[in-house]
């Protein structure tokens, strides 16, 4: 496998649920991230990992959990989401050099009942 | 704050048609600016970038300039494909991977 995959892609859950979106990137970066992408508004930064040390923390409700345990993987934890967290969430990886080219998953659909 | 604001799509268009799509920022520094294309079914892709001001960006056909004084970066191309068709996102930094997108604009080419 090359590039970067994200697991579920598609995932539909109650609020009451807890859930986890899986990313693995095999490009040797150092950086990963999630972004969240909802209709006419714009991609969302969430999360900023750089060698497994979270960086940023884009005040996201704490309803979302991240956890990387080494630098090819990122999960999302969810958990009490809320029917207006349904959107598609992406994960990136980058060499962390700040050229700006990140390299995305197809994103995992998310829809909260 | 920095941002970046797109015309809101659909752009619909016939194939071989010319293409414009806007992107005007705001930004506090001098930052680069991209073109990412997320094609349907596909996670984004680096399409073309900048890094200062009257830089010109292309690839595949299309060109953006950085432009200072009006504060843009439009994408164009002279002669779109149906396999053109996809959702383009514009999008500054400053010297990191920490990235503001706009709100992407969807084009669609019919043949």
């Known amino acids: 496998e090359t590039g970067v995959t994200q697991t579920p892609r598609h995932l539909v859950m109650g609020m009451t649920n807890k859930k986890s979106l899986k990313c693995e990137q095999h490009?040797?970066?150092?950086?990963m991230y999630w972004y969240k992408q909802s209709a006419k508004k714009p991609l969302e930064l969430m999360f900023v990992?750089?060698?497994?040390?979270?960086?940023e923390n884009n005040s996201v409700p704490s309803r979302f959990s991240p956890e990387c345990p080494n630098s090819s993987h990122l999960f999302l934890h969810l958990h009490t989401l809320q029917p207006e967290d349904s959107a598609l969430y992406l994960c990136?990886?980058?060499?962390?050099?700040?050229?700006?080219?990140?390299?995305f998953g197809e994103g995992s659909r998310l829809t909260v009942l | 704050g920095d941002s970046v604001t797109q015309m809101e799509g659909p752009v619909t268009l016939s194939e071989e048609a010319f293409l414009t799509i806007n992107c005007t920022y705001t930004a506090t520094g001098y930052p680069s600016l991209f073109w990412y294309v997320q094609y349907p079914g596909e996670g984004l892709q680096l399409l073309l970038k900048?890094?200062?001001?009257?830089d010109k960006g292309s690839n595949k056909g299309f060109e953006a300039t950085y432009r200072k004084e009006t504060t843009s970066f439009h994408l164009e191309k002279g002669s779109v494909q149906v396999s053109d068709s996809a959702v383009y996102f514009c999008?500054?930094?400053?010297?990191?991977?920490?990235?503001?997108f706009g709100t992407g604009t969807r084009l669609q080419v019919f043949p």
């Open positions: 990992y750089s060698l497994e040390e979270r960086v």
């Open positions: 999008a500054l930094n400053y010297n990191t991977d920490k990235l503001i």
């Open positions: 990136a990886s980058s060499p962390g050099q700040g050229t700006g080219e990140l390299f």
């Open positions: 490009l040797g970066h150092n950086a």
């Open positions: 900048a890094t200062k001001a009257d």
